[in-house]
């Protein structure tokens, strides 16, 4: 019961806590651009973005560790376990995402979404992936990093999903640089699969208030530079679901060989006479 009262008190703490974050972002990017001409400038929103991002992962106590080299641009494609990943990514770099359009209208979280200069398709419109690449593209010609989540919803983390290949069209055509990054997530007073990820029938407000109680949430992204990228969009989507499963299982260290045996030194014995 105890643990369930002190549970409740961080969770609602940590909402006045995110309230005030949220709010005082909101200021921030109204105000600029309200002073600006360009307000829609995609690099001062993605900058806006990653600031926010890092101020909001300490209202959750996230913990992010990173394996690899984080690409400053090109086209990051990750597995989707939560919409803590944006944050995630977020507080890292300024970068630009591609999310579905059900983001667009969530209560809150879709306004800053729309903000920080996300890109949204529409999946039940086939027509709508040829305006979403052209978005995409130009993005990626303006030196952003441009991150993109191919399962097209999110899972438990027990494996990646299939991946949809149409939006990596861009990459496929023009040849640009292309990474992988895995996203994993460890708690101590809980199942991450269960309490992080948000999937099956997850309901937004819910899970958010379980997760900001939370004691620590530790997060860790292993990143790769794709080599020999497909030119073909769905035999990029093949390899680069390849990569990624490969990354959520880091192969161990190769073992040390073990040292020689010291042998005894030799002892030199007389002959008789």
Known sequence: MMQTLS???????????????????????????????????????????????????????????????????????????????IVLLAALTPAVFVAKRDVKHWPVFGWFARQGGTIFIDRQ?????????????????????????????????????????????????SRRPISVGAISYRVDDGDAAEEVCYWKDHTLVPHLFNLLGKGEIRATVRFSRVRGASSDRKELARQLHLEISALRTPKPPTPKPAPSPRLPRAVTVGHLD
Request: glycine letters at 8%; charged letters at 20%.
């Open 7 to 85: 549970h409740r008190v961080r969770a609602a703490l940590r909402l006045l806590w995110l309230t005030g974050e949220l709010l005082a972002a909101a200021a921030k990017i109204l105000l600029q651009n309200a002073g600006s001409r360009k307000h829609s400038a995609l690099a001062m929103r993605t900058l806006w973005l990653h600031q926010s991002a890092r101020r909001l992962a300490a209202v959750f106590h996230l913990q992010p560790r990173m394996a690899g080299t984080l690409p400053p641009s090109g086209l990051l494609i990750c597995n989707h376990l939560s919409y803590l990943d």
């Open 125 to 173: 419109r086939r027509s709508d992936v040829g305006r979403v690449n052209c978005e995409i593209a130009s993005a990626l010609d303006a030196g952003a990093l441009v991150i993109l989540f191919p399962e097209g919803t999110s899972s438990g983390g027990d494996r990646v999903l299939p991946f949809k290949s149409s939006l990596l069209e861009p990459a496929a055509a």
